[in-house]
């Protein structure tokens, strides 16, 4: 063992059996950006064995204020790529894979079934949604966090305990994002670092668990808080993830966008209907497909269908599986607030707003990417209840 670890082999909870633990294990971090610099800054200053990081992205000036893994000289070189070059300088011993693309619900069962632990850094709803679905399902521990503007959350799920659909089993519809509502490098970094931390508390196999625990954090008024969720129980149906390629010829799809916007839909014969005008479409027993580019109004044109009540689903059997509306692209922090009301323990992020109640439906919502171009649908269906990532 190198002199590199000394300082934290000396303690009794890591040891030379921890750093070995540490040494064999692979993590996968989804997202190399505000949250996945710490992560994987850490996660190799610790010396895990092998780390996999998956970003589909590009390095931009704006990213550099809360991403300090990057330089003006990589502005334009994929995250992934350029993460890896700087973590390999920094710890040579680390094996470091580099993978450009976005996850998808294909991928992502086998990136996870490769990984000891999964690592949530992209701030996305539809990542975390497949992430947990596929971590739940191969029994891998999955750390998740979120932040914006100057709150956020970190959590760990799965691998034994509750999913993080157990725990957030719908979602508020809000358009908030970095881009559009701020977030502070430093407060993404507080998270990113405690997002760090949980995994190698999991790693290390110390005690009493993180899993089944969130840990919010307000940088505002310098709190932390949190709470508990072992035990929750799973949902006895949820909303999978679905890729563009399920879309099925008989589906009627209806693109969402203006023809400025997109002058053409990426499935012939789409309808053309403004989210205002959704209520003139003609009532159906098949599904319908609602196309956009981010996933904001066709989750919009999705709830105002549900609540139509000439699109109810007449004469279709009763065998059908409730859901929740689910979509959004901004963070989870009204959720994790709700969350924690619902397992009975206070959380000291009380700025967190409470997301609007949203009623069990029976239909379905998908949110998609085709081509270079990112669009997103819901779904309406008297049987099926998907999502596709945006």
Same mark, same amino acid.
């Given at each position: 063992m190198t002199e590199r670890y000394v300082r934290q082999t000396i303690l009794p909870e890591v040891g030379a059996a921890g750093q070995a633990r540490l040494a064999a294990a692979t993590v996968l971090v989804i997202g190399a950006g505000g949250l996945g610099c710490p992560v994987l800054q850490y996660l190799a200053g610790a010396g895990v064995g092998r780390l996999t990081i998956v970003d589909h992205d590009s390095v931009e000036?704006? !990213?550099?204020?809360?991403?300090?893994?990057?330089?003006?000289g990589d502005i334009g070189v994929a995250?992934?790529?350029?993460?890896?070059? /700087?973590?390999?300088?920094? !710890?040579? +011993?680390?094996? %470091?894979?580099?993978?450009?693309?976005?996850?998808?619900?294909? !991928?992502?069962?086998?990136?996870?079934a490769a990984a000891d632990l999964v690592v949530d850094a992209a701030d996305s709803f539809a990542a975390t949604y497949i992430l947990s679905d596929a971590c739940h399902a191969a029994a891998k521990p999955l750390v998740s966090a979120?932040? %914006? +503007?100057? /709150?956020?959350? *970190?959590?760990a799920f799965c691998g034994g305990g509750p999913s993080y659909r157990a725990v957030f089993p719908d979602v508020s519809v809000d358009g908030g994002t970095c881009a559009t509502l701020g977030v502070l490098g430093s407060a993404v970094a507080v998270l990113g670092g405690l997002q760090a931390h949980l995994a190698l508390h999991l790693l290390l196999g110390l005690e009493p668990t993180v899993l089944g625990r969130v840990v919010t954090f307000d940088a505002k008024r310098l709190v932390f808080g949190g709470f508990a969720f072992a035990g929750s129980p799973e949902p006895e149906s949820f909303v999978p993830f679905i890729a563009p390629e399920s879309v099925r010829?008989?589906? %009627?799809?209806?693109?969402?966008?203006?023809?400025?916007? *997109?002058?053409?839909?990426?499935?012939?014969?789409?309808?053309?209907?403004?989210?205002?005008?959704?209520?003139?479409?003609?009532a159906t027993s098949g599904r319908v497909v609602l196309a956009c580019r981010s996933g904001q109004r066709a989750l919009m044109a999705a709830d105002r269908l549900r609540a139509s009540t000439h699109f109810s689903p007449a004469g279709v059997s009763s065998s059908f599986q409730k859901g929740a509306l689910v979509l959004s692209q901004s963070t989870r922090n009204s959720q994790a607030?709700?969350?924690?009301?619902?397992?009975?323990?206070?959380?000291? /992020?009380s700025t967190m707003r409470s997301p609007a109640s949203i009623r069990p439906w029976r239909w379905t919502i998908s949110v998609a990417s085709s081509g270079q171009r990112r669009w997103a649908s819901a779904s309406i269906s008297s049987s099926a209840f998907s999502v596709m990532p945006g």
């Open positions: 000036e704006t !990213n550099l204020h809360r991403q300090p893994l990057y330089g003006m995250k992934a790529e350029a993460a890896r070059a /700087t973590l390999q300088r920094f !710890n040579p +011993g680390v094996v %470091i894979e580099a993978i450009v693309e976005r996850l998808t619900p294909q !991928n992502a069962p086998r990136l996870v979120s932040v %914006i +503007g100057l /709150t956020g959350y *970190a959590g010829g008989d589906d %009627i799809v209806v693109d969402l966008r203006g023809l400025d916007e *997109a002058p053409v839909s990426p499935f012939a014969g789409a309808r053309r209907l403004m989210v205002d005008d959704i209520e003139q479409l003609e607030s709700k969350a924690a009301s619902r397992c009975g323990e206070p959380t000291a /992020t």
